[in-house]
């Protein structure tokens, strides 16, 4: 899965249709080449407490990658 974050917002997912940084807009957006999508800001993604979680507690850049924790049902860490 791919992420990337923009003005402190979370973009989950490959559109298929999206506006480039440039400012072009382009339709199959999730076919473009991964150098293209890296330059975008798309990242792989890795999840924490995914299996216990039940919503996006909180998500940062870390490198090459988004990580993105999950809140914590029922008190369990």
């Keep these: 899965m791919l ?3 923009i003005d402190n917002q979370l973009q989950i997912g ?3 249709s999206a506006k480039l940084l440039d ?3 382009v339709s199959n957006y999730e076919l473009l080449p991964p ?3 890296t330059a975008e800001g798309w990242k792989e993604v890795t999840e924490a407490n995914q299996d216990c979680g039940y919503g996006i507690a ?3 850049e870390d490198g090459t990658r988004i990580v ?3 809140e ?3 008190g369990d860490s």
């Design 3 to 5: 992420a990337r974050i």
């Design 35 to 37: 150098e293209t999508l």
């Design 58 to 60: 909180n998500y940062c």
């Design 72 to 74: 914590v049902a029922n």
């Design 23 to 25: 400012g072009m807009w």
């Design 14 to 16: 490959l559109p298929t």
């Design 68 to 70: 993105i924790e999950y």
